[in-house]
């Protein structure tokens, strides 16, 4: 990025695992960045990181206009609050109950859907019609069903790529951890290899039953989208997920912001 650029929203993804921001320029996410999640920090400490990220982008904290948040760390949420308000001047949006979506959440408790699916689901929809399904490959694996309509039907849950791996590898005596790479067969020749074709295929492999059995579920046939840190290392091997798409969430807030702010 150029020195001068005008960014207008900063958005924030707070996950378990993961914190993933993005700084958006009219529709167009011009930068983005991730860090640890890491509920210890202060907002002073937050606060200093995104001015760092700013400076990165050649961005002046002077030129932003808005910002909005979603949070499955509810302890994290004010923190990161007083964190934009205080270094960067802005009063983000919070997307929870109350907030405006555009889509219909069908829900028996619509306040237990996290605010990541929502926006996954928002952004889903608009950028690629319905009936979608969005397969979020993060601490948790999420399954989000969206009707033809825009309704949001509900979807699964499912253990993360990496925490069913820290998993094994802290419960097991003699598995190692291992680098999350593509083996070049599924009968593995070494327990790192072996391990390797478990997770990889294996995750894929779960994919392709959960969304097989929503779709029946649903009806029609849904386009399928994948998003989150290691979706397209399972896409690669998945044969019902047809895009990935690494900034839904991102792109989702964009739009719930302009929902809701002013």
Same mark, same amino acid.
């Given at each position: 990025?150029?020195?001068? =650029?005008?960014? /207008?929203?900063?958005?924030?993804?707070?996950?378990?695992?993961?914190?993933?921001?993005?700084?958006?320029?009219?529709?167009?996410?011009?930068?983005?960045?991730?860090?640890? &999640?890491?509920?210890?920090? &202060?907002?002073?400490?937050?606060?200093?990181?995104?001015?760092?990220?700013?400076?990165?982008?050649? =961005?002046?904290?002077?030129?932003?206009?808005?910002?909005?948040?979603?949070?499955?760390?509810?302890?994290? &949420?004010?923190?990161?609050?007083?964190?934009?308000?205080?270094?960067?001047?802005?009063?983000?949006?919070?997307?929870? +109950?109350?907030?405006?979506?555009?889509?219909?959440?069908?829900?028996?408790?619509?306040?237990?859907?996290?605010?990541?699916?929502?926006?996954?689901?928002?952004?889903?929809?608009?950028?690629?019609?319905?009936?979608?399904?969005?397969?979020?490959?993060? &601490?948790?694996?999420t399954?989000?069903?969206?009707?033809? $309509?825009?309704?949001?039907?509900?979807?699964?849950?499912?253990?993360?790529?990496?925490?069913?791996?820290?998993?094994?590898?802290?419960?097991?005596?003699?598995?190692?951890?291992?680098?999350?790479?593509?083996?070049?067969?599924?009968?593995?020749?070494?327990?790192?290899?072996?391990?390797?074709?478990?997770?990889?295929?294996?995750?894929?492999?779960?994919?392709?039953?959960?969304? $097989?059995?929503?779709?029946?579920? /649903?009806?029609?046939?849904?386009?399928?989208?994948?998003?989150?840190?290691?979706?397209?290392?399972?896409?690669?091997?998945s044969?019902?997920?047809?895009?990935?798409? +690494?900034?839904?969430?991102?792109?989702?807030?964009?739009?719930i912001?302009?929902?809701?702010?002013?």
């Amino acid at each position: 990025m150029s020195e001068g =650029v005008k960014v /207008m929203l900063f958005a924030l993804d707070i996950g378990n695992t993961h914190i993933v921001g993005g700084l958006f320029e009219g529709k167009t996410l011009v930068h983005h960045f991730r860090v640890g &999640t890491d509920r210890r920090k &202060t907002e002073d400490e937050y606060g200093v990181l995104f001015l760092s990220m700013l400076q990165h982008a050649k =961005v002046n904290s002077s030129s932003l206009r808005g910002g909005i948040i979603a949070s499955v760390v509810p302890p994290l &949420t004010p923190t990161l609050e007083k964190a934009l308000r205080m270094y960067l001047g802005i009063s983000p949006v919070i997307l929870g +109950p109350g907030t405006r979506t555009g889509i219909n959440i069908k829900y028996e408790n619509p306040k237990e859907v996290g605010p990541d699916r929502i926006a996954n689901a928002v952004a889903a929809y608009a950028k690629y019609g319905g009936p979608v399904i969005v397969v979020d490959f993060g &601490t948790a694996t999420t399954f989000d069903a969206i009707s033809k $309509e825009g309704d949001y039907l509900g979807g699964a849950i499912a253990p993360g790529i990496l925490t069913a791996t820290d998993a094994l590898f802290e419960r097991t005596a003699r598995l190692p951890r291992i680098e999350l790479v593509k083996p070049s067969s599924a009968i593995g020749k070494t327990t790192v290899q072996s391990m390797q074709s478990g997770i990889i295929f294996g995750f894929a492999g779960q994919a392709d039953a959960m969304v $097989e059995r929503i779709a029946r579920e /649903m009806g029609g046939d849904p386009y399928v989208v994948a998003t989150g840190g290691l979706a397209q290392l399972v896409a690669s091997e998945s044969r019902t997920i047809k895009s990935v798409d +690494p900034f839904l969430t991102l792109e989702g807030l964009y739009l719930i912001y302009h929902k809701n702010a002013g």
